[in-house]
């Protein structure tokens, strides 16, 4: 039972233009939600965080957007470049969990030029 | 500096053999995680230690799968007897502080990707 959801597996965009991720959850003991970027051959690296007590984070062109109520959380890259190639992995976090993450399956960024 | 490394960085095992993968994680850091990712999966979280206590193994699949880290620095995963599900790659991580103070980024390495036979 998947507790946390990214239902598309590739998304293509072109250079430039907006990139929106999206993320659902079933667990309502979550409380921290995190996206991570992962190449080929490398360990996932963190990119973004929110907590539940937000509904919107913004670090440079990376913006995540948490809808609570929907359990429903978005990245968007704006504007997307080549480099942001790559899978992105939503994840999330409980506090009674000893930070233990319950990650999506993954949606394989392409952009192109 | 040295982030999270792992080795072997690729393993391949015949079924029914034993074989072990080991992580350095960032000096220093309290907490470590271990993760299995099959392929085109997420990562799922197996066993997490606080400096060389095991806190939480909820997620290891069988008890062929054991992890220790005696002096709350290198880990081993090992696992026994492995069979042909147990081909994935498996993921540390790493994080400053242990749980309860707030969440920790985790800083995760390579991995080790294991083909069993």
């Known amino acids: 039972d998947q507790q946390v959801k990214q239902n598309s597996p590739s998304l293509s965009v072109q250079e430039g233009r907006i990139s929106i991720l999206n993320c659902d959850y079933t667990n309502s003991m979550f409380d921290y939600f995190l996206w991570y970027k992962k190449y080929p051959a490398e360990g996932p690296t963190f990119l973004i965080s929110i907590s539940s007590i937000k509904d919107k984070n913004e670090d440079g062109r990376f913006t995540v957007f948490l809808n609570k109520s929907a359990k429903h959380l978005s990245l968007h890259i704006v504007p997307s470049q080549p480099g942001d190639s790559a899978v992105y992995f939503c994840a999330a976090s409980a506090w009674n969990a000893g930070n233990m993450l319950t990650f999506g399956g993954g949606t394989r960024l392409m952009v192109k030029p | 500096g040295a982030g999270v490394s792992q080795s072997p960085r690729y393993k391949v095992a015949k079924r029914g053999q034993d074989v072990a993968l080991r992580c350095d994680p960032i000096?220093?850091?309290?907490?470590l995680f271990w993760y299995q990712q099959a392929l085109g999966q997420g990562p799922e979280f197996l066993t997490y230690?606080?400096?060389?206590?095991?806190?939480?193994k909820s997620g290891l699949p069988s008890d062929r799968f054991f992890a220790e880290r005696p002096e709350g620095s290198v880990s081993t995963l090992k696992i026994q007897r492995t069979q042909q599900e147990d081909s994935a790659v498996y993921l540390c991580?790493?994080?400053?502080?242990?749980?309860?103070?707030?969440?920790?980024?985790?800083?995760f390495g390579p991995g080790t990707r294991l083909t069993v036979l």
């Open positions: 000096s220093g850091h309290v907490s």
């Open positions: 991580a790493s994080s400053p502080n242990g749980g309860g103070q707030g969440l920790d980024e985790q800083f």
């Open positions: 230690f606080q400096n060389e206590a095991q806190l939480d």
